[in-house]
């Protein structure tokens, strides 16, 4: 079945605990995102890959970082986390840049920073 | 900066009403947008993909257009069920950006 994968789908933690969160696709599609998703604001983009090795920043990058070494899998980092952090997190993948296909959303992850 | 914006925020109708949920944005420079529809506590599913050359596309009781030059575009569902029931979200593609603009989507109840 074509999915994008995330682990873990729930997870608290406290401030400063250095922690990543994956994301796999099985659809050997070229572009992954991740968003974050709060309360009145909607989601939002962190961070983006067009491709292997080639990252850039979105809407909120600060705080984060990601990887691309494989083109299946971009996790999100967070080096320091903070409550400000607390937030549904998505990942996404597409066979492109989004400009013709549409992006294929994982299930989200619930993360709680105490 | 793009802004997308959705209107209604909320909205509750009977079932077997047909129904219009509105998307707008500031900047009309888009390679395309899509409605998506997320269930409470899950992910997004993509429902249509609009193109910025195309008016319109269909998928059985949806219909979605676009008005590019004005900033607009409707979602029109045809007899709502309530299965429908779910919050419906409009992203743009910008053109330029390979950034996705949400707007803060429109919580549908669909009551028997």
């Known amino acids: 079945e074509a999915q994008v994968t995330q682990n873990p789908r729930y997870l608290i933690t406290v401030t400063g605990k250095k922690l990543t969160v994956t994301c796999s696709q099985n659809?050997?599609?070229?572009?992954m995102s991740w968003y974050r998703q709060d309360p009145g604001l909607g989601l939002r983009q962190i961070y983006y890959s067009m491709n292997v090795e080639v990252t850039d920043k979105g809407d909120v990058p600060e705080g984060y970082k990601v990887s691309r070494k494989e083109k299946r899998n971009f996790p999100l980092i967070l080096e320091s986390p903070s409550p400000n952090q607390t937030s549904l997190y998505f990942c996404?993948?597409?066979?492109?840049?989004?400009?013709?296909?549409?992006?294929?959303f994982g299930p989200g992850t619930r993360l709680t920073v105490l | 900066k793009q802004e997308v914006t959705q209107i209604p925020a909320a909205l509750s109708v009977p079932e077997g009403e047909n129904l219009v949920l509105n998307c707008s944005f500031t900047d009309s420079a888009i390679y395309n947008l899509q409605w998506f529809r997320q269930d409470p506590g899950k992910g997004l599913t993509s429902l249509l993909l609009i193109q910025s050359s195309q008016r319109e596309q269909t998928s059985g009781r949806l219909n979605a257009s676009l008005d590019k030059s004005s900033g607009r575009s409707t979602l029109y569902i045809a007899a709502s069920q309530p299965g429908d029931s779910a919050t419906y979200l409009c992203a743009v593609r910008n053109s330029g950006y390979s950034t996705l603009t949400f707007g803060k989507g429109t919580m549908l109840l669909v009551s028997p």
């Open positions: 996404a993948s597409s066979p492109d840049r989004g400009l013709i296909y549409e992006q294929f």
């Open positions: 659809m050997n599609h070229e572009y």
